[in-house]
Each structure stands twice: as C-alpha cells, then as structure tokens.
C-alpha cells in the first residue's frame, strides 16, 4: 500500500500554467504505474494522463494530449503533471493514483485499475 498525496493546485486565468505533483511514501515507488484523473463539478471522474513504472511510457487523454506533460522523480517518489494552456474546462479536482506493475512500460488508464488514490487537489481555471 502506498500513501499518495498531492499538491500544485490553484487558480489561475485560462492560458496560464499549474505544476501538480503527488508525493508517494514508501520505498517501491518505482514498482507503481501512476495515473491523473480528474472530475469536473457533476460530471464522472476523467482519466487525464498515465506513466508506466520507468517513466519511458506516457499516454494522454486527447482533453489534455499536447497541453500537459507527465512525468515521474522516481529518487523523489513523486510524479508530476505539467498543465500548460489551461481552459475553463479544466477546472476539476485532480487525483493522482497508483497501482503496482511487474512490466517497466505499463500504462494503465482505467480508474478501476487502480487501488490507491490521494485526496485530490483543486486546480479552477478562470476565463
């Protein structure tokens, strides 16, 4: 099991910038492929971006797919998600979340694939 916590959100103008990161405890968190969601006010939890174990794997939503960068500090136990370009639709609360693989370039973009999840972090985009 894995303590997943994450920070970066806020409020920003559409356009601007957010860094998010999740910090993970523990000493395998090379071990885990993690993933973004998000969920909009009203709406179901939406995959947002996933990196496999290595980092060398990455996939996107087409929502975010050339707006946002996925990345992972394995030294640091943390993954990040670069958002640039940010629109109103974007305003969501974002969770990171985890799930230990044996392949190296796994890539899990299912919710129901994961068992460990943060608290989320609100990022609000304004127009």
């Known amino acids: 099991q894995v303590q997943l916590v994450e920070s970066g959100g806020g409020q920003v103008q559409a356009g601007g910038s957010l860094r998010l990161s999740c910090a993970a405890s523990g000493r395998t968190f090379s071990t885990y492929a993690m993933g973004w969601f998000r969920q909009a006010p009203g709406k179901e939890s939406e995959f947002a971006a996933a990196?496999?174990?290595?980092?060398?794997?990455?996939d996107y939503s087409d929502s975010v797919k050339g707006r946002c960068t996925i990345s992972r500090d394995n030294a640091k136990n943390t993954v990040y998600l670069q958002m640039n370009s940010l629109k109103p639709e974007d305003t969501a609360v974002y969770y990171c979340?985890?799930?230990?693989?044996?392949?190296?370039?796994?890539?899990?973009?299912?919710?129901?694939?994961?068992?460990?999840w943060g608290q989320g972090t609100q990022v609000t985009v304004s127009s």
């Open positions: 990196i496999s174990r290595s980092g060398d794997a990455t």
């Open positions: 979340a985890a799930q230990p693989v044996s392949y190296y370039y796994y890539l899990i973009a299912g919710p129901n694939d994961y068992n460990n």
